[in-house]
Antibody, heavy 122, light 113 residues
């Protein structure tokens, strides 16, 4: 059974750094792109970027390039989303999600993590 | 960026009746090499992550009830629920994967009348 299990809720202060994780199981982690999606409170979905763990090829939305870092450790089947300096406007739920077809970058998300709520407040 | 516009923003339909949600893209999503449209539909229930319903505009994901169907091509797409069930109450999103940045519609909230 494919599962994506994300790290828990975080409360951070502006300016702090943060890394959240997405642990995959039930499939070949290296063979499927995995992406991150932001959902701000009461709002819609925004694609942030995706990574291919097999070779760490990473594609970012221009809106998020330079604001976050997406990475993956295929030895432990885990993807990461990282901030170096959080802002209050980063408050949101962040989802990781697997792309549908192995080795294909087209962004069709078939399995989703449960979401990680990040709250940034002074 | 490709702008995805859904209509309506919210919709109330009686149980057993048909629900229709539209999605319009600012550029064609038809990929000429395979004659497929790079469009997905998701369903999101409160407190849950989205669920994949339809991809390639009309291919139903495994396990999705056949009352859900997708149609359209180019810039105009439709998600149809043929006979609304209580468990279909959710927000529905379209998403294009033709061009980076990947973009979603604003969502359509579906309720029971």
């Amino acid at each position: 059974e494919v599962q994506l299990v994300q790290s828990g809720a975080e409360v951070q202060k502006p300016g702090e750094s943060l890394m959240i994780s997405c642990k995959a199981s039930g499939y070949s982690f290296s063979s499927y792109w995995i992406g991150w999606v932001r959902q701000m409170p009461g709002k819609g979905l925004e694609w942030m970027g995706s990574i291919y763990p097999g070779d760490s090829d990473t594609r970012y939305s221009p809106s998020f390039r330079g604001q976050v870092t997406i990475s993956a450790d295929k030895s432990i089947a885990t993807a990461y989303l990282q901030w170096s300096s959080l802002k209050a406007s980063d408050t949101a739920i962040f989802y990781c999600a697997r792309h549908l077809r192995p080795a294909r970058p087209e962004v069709i998300f078939d399995y989703w993590g449960q979401g990680s709520l990040v709250t940034v407040s002074s | 960026d490709i702008v995805m516009t859904q209509s309506p923003d919210s919709l109330a339909v009686s149980l057993g009746e048909r629900a229709t949600i539209k999605c319009k893209s600012s550029q064609s999503l038809l990929y000429s090499s395979n004659n497929k449209n790079d469009l997905v539909w998701y369903q999101q229930k409160p407190g849950q992550p989205p669920k994949l319903l339809i991809y390639w505009a009309s291919t139903r994901q495994s396990g999705v009830p056949d009352r859900f169907s997708g149609s359209g091509s180019g810039t105009n797409f439709t998600l149809t629920i043929s006979s609304l069930q209580a468990e279909d109450v959710a927000v529905y999103y379209c998403q294009q994967y033709s061009t980076i940045p990947i973009t979603f519609g604003q969502g359509t909230r579906l309720e029971i009348k």
